[in-house]
């Protein structure tokens, strides 16, 4: 059974930074990809920032110069690091992962190709 565990939502005013943890039970011989998804209210989950199993990352637009993804293989631990925060980043967080690897250029932030996902944190980014 793999589990994502995240940690790290919280509220922050504008311009204010955050971090995010997600710890995963998930061990395969081939790698895995994970990332991080979001729902912001009323709205449906997007893609927010992916690496592969190569340590490739990849971000949406709307976040790109502001948030950094980054994982550590020994700890299975993924790292969202979000400064410059904006009130449209408020939002419940998601870890995400699936075994195998999601090409850069296979649309990795689609939602659709990862399995198993965390419970989500929530993020509140106030003006």
């Known amino acids: 059974q793999v589990q994502l565990v995240e940690s790290g939502g ?16 998930l061990r395969t011989r ?5 990332g991080w998804f ?19 990352p990849s971000y949406a637009d709307s976040v790109k110069g502001r948030f950094t993804i980054s ?3 020994a700890k299975n631990t993924l790292v969202l690091q979000m400064d410059n925060l904006h009130t449209e980043d408020t939002g419940v967080y998601f870890c995400a992962t699936n075994p195998g690897n999601i ?3 296979d649309s990795p932030l689609q939602e659709e190709k990862y399995n198993y996902w965390g ?9």
């Open 10 to 25: 919280g509220s922050v005013q504008s311009g204010g930074s955050l971090t995010l943890s997600c710890v995963a039970s």
């Open 30 to 34: 081939g790698g895995y990809c994970m």
């Open 38 to 56: 979001r729902q912001p209210p009323g709205k449906e989950r997007e893609g927010v920032a992916v690496v592969d199993i190569n340590g490739t």
């Open 71 to 73: 994982r550590d293989n």
């Open 103 to 105: 090409p850069t250029w």
């Open 119 to 127: 419970q989500g944190t929530q993020v509140t980014v106030s003006s």
